[in-house]
C-alpha cells in the first residue's frame, strides 16, 4: 500500500479516576471536538474508545471523497466499517459506488460495509449540507438506506416507525423531548452503531434528564441548533463526580461508557446521539436517581 497522510485526530481513552483531577482546559482537549464542521473539508476524529470515528463532510464548492487516511491501513474507509450520517444543513447528495442519495435536511444514511467510493455533495454552496458521520468497526455488510425522519418509503428508502419517535418528559420538568431514532435493530440493521436525533419543545432545557450510563456502549452528542450567545452545560462524569463542558453549537462531546451525558441549555436545542459498544439494547442503560447525583 503507497504511503498516505494522516486526515485523522486521534484520542486516547480516559480512566475516570484521571478524569476527576482534570482542569477544565483538559476536560476540552480530552473530550469535546470543535469545530465539527469546516466548509469544503472533512474532519474526522478517531476515539480508541470502542473505535467510534466521529466527523463531518462540508461540501460547498467542491465535491469530497471519504478516504481511509494512514491511520485505518485500510484501503478504503469503508473496508472494516459502517457509517451513520445525519445531514444537519441543506440538501445535499452522498455518491456511494456511484448510486446517487439525495440527502435533505436532516435526512440520514446508513451505510454498509464494503462500500468503496463514497463521495458528498451539496445542492447549492450557498446553503451546503453539513453531513455528520458517526463509523465503527463492522464484521458484516448490512444494506446502506437513506433514512427519512418523515415521508414515503421507496427503494432503499426507510421512514422512521412511529415507535421510533418517542416523547418524553414535560414542561414542568424542563425535559420535553423527542427522540427520533434513524438506525436502530427492527428498522435499519447495523453491526453495532445505533444513531438519532433528539429535539427539544420549546422552554424545555434538559436533556438526558434522569440521566443514566451504560457500562456497554459509549456514545457521542453533537448539539446544534443553539444560536450563537447560547450554549448547553453537558454534564459528565461518574455519577457521583460530576463535571461540566460548556458545549457552544455545533460542537460535538465524547462520552466514555463510565460516565452521564446530560445537558441543560439556555434554551431549547437539538442534539444526535450515536451509540457503539457491546449490544445495541437501547434500554440497557443504568438509571440514575437525582437523589444520587453529586
Ligand atoms: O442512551 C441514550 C442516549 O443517551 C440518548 O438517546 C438519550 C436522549 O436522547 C435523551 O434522553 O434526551
Ligand atoms: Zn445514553
Not at 450520517?85 to 448510486?99: A, E, F, M
Not at 450557498?126 to 463509523?135: I, Q
Not at 446530560?262 to 438509571?287: K, L, P, R
Amino acid at each position: 500500500m503507497e504511503k498516505r497522510r494522516r486526515i485523522m485526530e486521534l484520542r486516547t481513552a480516559a480512566s475516570p479516576r484521571d478524569v476527576k483531577h482534570y482542569t477544565t482546559e483538559r476536560l476540552r482537549e480530552e473530550f469535546l471536538i470543535s469545530p465539527v464542521f469546516c466548509r469544503d473539508e472533512i474532519k474526522l476524529v478517531y476515539s480508541h474508545i470502542d473505535r467510534i470515528i466521529t466527523g463531518s463532510a462540508m461540501p460547498a464548492e467542491k465535491s469530497l471523497v471519504l478516504t481511509a487516511g494512514q491511520e485505518l491501513r485500510a484501503e478504503y474507509f469503508l473496508q472494516r466499517r459502517e457509517l451513520g450520517v445525519i445531514n444537519i444543513g441543506g440538501p445535499g447528495r452522498i455518491l456511494t459506488d456511484g448510486k446517487t442519495w439525495n440527502v435533505g435536511s436532516r435526512d440520514g444514511m446508513y451505510i454498509g460495509m464494503g462500500a468503496k467510493e463514497i463521495i458528498f455533495e451539496s445542492e447549492d454552496s450557498g446553503n451546503p449540507a453539513k453531513f455528520y458521520l458517526n463509523s465503527a468497526p463492522a464484521h458484516m455488510s448490512y444494506p446502506t438506506k437513506l433514512i427519512r425522519p418523515e415521508g414515503e418509503p421507496g427503494k432503499g428508502v426507510v421512514i422512521v416507525h412511529p415507535e421510533n419517535k418517542v416523547e418524553l418528559g414535560s414542561l414542568e420538568t424542563s425535559n420535553h423531548r423527542t427522540i427520533c431514532k434513524y438506525i436502530l435493530p427492527g428498522q435499519v440493521e447495523s453491526c453495532q452503531l445505533e444513531m438519532g436525533m433528539t429535539h427539544l419543545e420549546p422552554g424545555s432545557v434538559w436533556n438526558t434528564m434522569p440521566c443514566h450510563t451504560h457500562d456497554r456502549r459509549m456514545e457521542v452528542y453533537l448539539y446544534f441548533d443553539i444560536p450563537e450567545d447560547g450554549f448547553v452545560m453537558h454534564y459528565m462524569g461518574e455519577p457521583t463526580e460530576t463535571r461540566h463542558i460548556i458545549v457552544r453549537n455545533e460542537e460535538a462531546v465524547i462520552s466514555p461508557s463510565w460516565s452521564i451525558h446530560s445537558g441543560c441549555g439556555s434554551q431549547a436545542y437539538t442534539f444526535i446521539w450515536g451509540m457503539v459498544g457491546e449490544n445495541q439494547d437501547f434500554d440497557d442503560m443504568d438509571s440514575i436517581d437525582n437523589r444520587d447525583l453529586r
